[in-house]
């Protein structure tokens, strides 16, 4: 079974411009994340979605935002990009969570965001 | 959501030497997930934690779920260059999204 896919794997953006990063789940998983991991912030929580409907937003900016589509594909948009975002963006694909008993995330290798 | 503090953030050992980190809560967690991060990767799931004082082994890692559920650990015996990496706890409930902690980084020096 295919792996959690990301594109693209690097970028370069200049502030004020604009990004959006692609994620494809592995088949059968209906739920997404998004993560931004920074060297000094660790692993930071951006959104979850499922079945097309934000479930969780993190403490971000409006500049970020997401979807998902109904093949479970996720894009993730920032807008009016800032030096501070340079980071990793991280996706990240589970079955639905139940109860006490969660799904495990199964994480893409990422996008590594620049921004000049 | 569920906060959840890991130590230490850094640790340098010999190989062969023991290794454990540390997640620590002030609230009660319904669970714990262990990630591996290796140099360059991304986050590995490695095993989830759901009862008071379970204690789980995989080869050399054994975790552990605190008898309060709010703590837990990962100890490595005898650690190996293949353990280099960051490890990171993580906790959620319901349908509140996987928190992690900062993640301790581990080197091993040959």
């Known amino acids: 079974k295919a792996g959690v896919t990301q594109t693209p794997r690097y970028l370069i953006k200049t502030r004020g411009q604009q990004v959006t990063l692609s994620c494809s789940p592995i088949?059968?998983?209906?739920?997404v994340s998004w993560y931004q991991q920074t060297p000094g912030q660790g692993l930071q929580f951006l959104f979850e979605y499922f079945s097309e409907t934000q479930r969780n937003k993190g403490n971000f900016p409006g500049r970020f935002s997401g979807r998902q589509f109904s093949n479970s594909r996720s894009e993730m948009n920032v807008s009016t990009l800032e030096l501070g975002d340079s980071a990793l963006y991280l996706c990240a694909s589970s079955l639905d969570r139940l109860s006490s008993y969660n799904s495990p995330l199964h994480f893409g290798n990422g996008t590594r965001l620049t921004v000049t | 959501g569920q906060q959840v503090m890991q130590i230490p953030q850094y640790q340098h050992v010999q190989e062969g030497e023991d290794f454990t980190t540390y997640c620590n809560s002030s609230?009660?967690?319904?669970?714990i997930q262990w990630y591996k991060q290796r140099p360059g990767g991304h986050p590995v799931f490695l095993i989830q934690l759901v009862k008071s004082g379970e204690v789980k082994k995989q080869k050399r890692l054994t975790f552990q779920f605190g008898e309060a559920k709010k703590n837990s650990s990962l100890h490595i015996t005898a650690t190996q260059t293949t353990d280099v990496g960051t490890y990171f706890c993580g906790s959620n409930s319901g349908n509140t999204p996987l928190v992690f902690g900062k993640g301790t980084r581990l080197s091993v020096i040959a």
């Open positions: 609230t009660t967690l319904s669970n």
């Open positions: 088949s059968g998983h209906r739920s």
